[in-house]
């Protein structure tokens, strides 16, 4: 059974940084396209960034420039390096597969972006 951990997350000031790790129980992460979603209160849940297997990246325009996505393979871990962020980042933020599988979510990690 695949378990996904998320930490990684905190309360900061606007213009801070954070870096989200995203740990998984099995290897499955060597073999597919990984990303970072999130939902903020009230909206629908979003795709943030996302790592094709052989590292390939993109990012959603509300994030582009400011967040990296890493992965590392061999610890079965995905990143994501959270740079000047803003109060509207605020959100529940989660990794899964591309595209998402819904037995795979876990519990999130929240990042909350004070102004």
């Known amino acids: 059974q695949v378990q996904l951990v998320e930490s990684g997350g905190g309360l900061v000031q606007a213009g801070d940084s954070l870096r989200l790790s995203c740990a998984a129980s099995?290897?499955?992460?060597?073999?597919?396209?990984l990303a970072w979603y999130r939902q903020a209160p009230g909206k629908q849940r979003e795709l943030v960034a996302l790592?094709?297997?052989?590292?390939?990246?993109n990012y959603a325009d509300s994030v582009k420039g400011r967040f990296t996505i890493s992965r590392d393979n061999v610890k079965n871990t995905l990143y994501l390096q959270m740079n000047s962020l803003k109060p509207e980042d605020t959100a529940l933020y989660y990794c899964?597969?591309?595209?998402?599988?819904?037995?795979?979510w876990g519990q999130g990690t929240q990042v909350t972006v004070s102004s």
């Open positions: 899964n597969i591309v595209p998402a599988n819904s037995d795979y």
């Open positions: 099995l290897s499955i992460f060597s073999s597919r396209n």
């Open positions: 790592i094709t297997r052989g590292g390939s990246t």
